[in-house]
């Protein structure tokens, strides 16, 4: 694969070649089509493979048979373009943020979901759009977004301290405890002594329920 992938910042792009010769006949796999859906011109191969549950691997083997084929072309990133997505990205973080302070939640989420679609990388963002989710209970899509900044970010303390809320919410004590072990070892201090009050309440808890089983 790394022969014919060289990178995975690479740009998919649709081939012309294939969009005036053949693109109304083909024989592709589901994955293949979920793939073709992705390739906007913006996202890197990386960021359609975080897309998938399916194996990295296997994913970057479906878009090289889809270059193989002819219907995908790569591109380098414009360093021009990714800029100005950038930009924009930051102004849509900016009306996100006013939104969610007016209680606008819905056009907040949709500013957030655009800016990610431009710059996936948006840390800020993904934590906003999880404190987001989090706020409107939607706890699945909020474990999703603190994901995202922990995959990204492995030493960003904000993504493991929101993440320990959503274990909490789940019912996964031990998860929790995890997570916020990991904020507390990556936190500022300000951040450091909220966590740490929360690991001192959550062990206690812990050892009060292994106790009640003990009684059982």
């Known amino acids: ?4 992938i060289p990178s995975y910042s690479l740009v998919p792009v649709l081939s012309e070649k294939w969009l005036n010769e ?23 191969i990386e960021d359609i493979m975080e897309e ?8 970057a083997r479906e878009i090289a048979n889809l270059h193989d084929k002819g219907i995908i072309e790569f591109k380098e990133v414009d360093k021009a373009l990714e800029e100005k997505a950038k930009r924009e990205a930051e102004e849509l973080f900016l009306k996100a943020r006013d939104m969610i302070k007016k209680g606008n939640y819905l056009e907040a989420e949709a500013f957030l979901t655009k800016a ?5 990388d948006f840390i800020m963002a993904h ?8 706020l409107l209970k939607n706890y699945r899509l ?14 960003n303390p904000l993504g493991y301290y929101g993440m320990g809320f959503v274990r909490v919410k789940f019912g996964d004590l031990q998860g929790a405890l995890k997570a916020w072990e990991k904020a507390y070892e990556y936190s500022t201090p300000d951040l450091k002594d909220r966590t740490q009050r929360l690991l001192s309440l959550l062990r206690t808890l812990l050892l009060e329920i292994d106790k009640r089983k003990l009684l059982i």
């Open 52 to 59: 998938f549950r399916a194996s990295s691997i296997e994913v």
């Open 142 to 155: 909020a474990s999703q977004e603190y994901y995202q900044v922990i995959r990204r970010d492995p030493h």
């Open 116 to 120: 990610l679609t431009l710059y996936p």
């Open 1 to 4: 694969i790394s022969k014919k």
């Open 127 to 134: 934590l906003l759009l999880a404190d987001l989710y989090f």
């Open 22 to 44: 053949g693109a109304s006949h083909l024989d592709l796999s589901p994955l293949e089509w979920k793939i073709l859906s992705l390739v906007d011109g913006r996202r890197k």
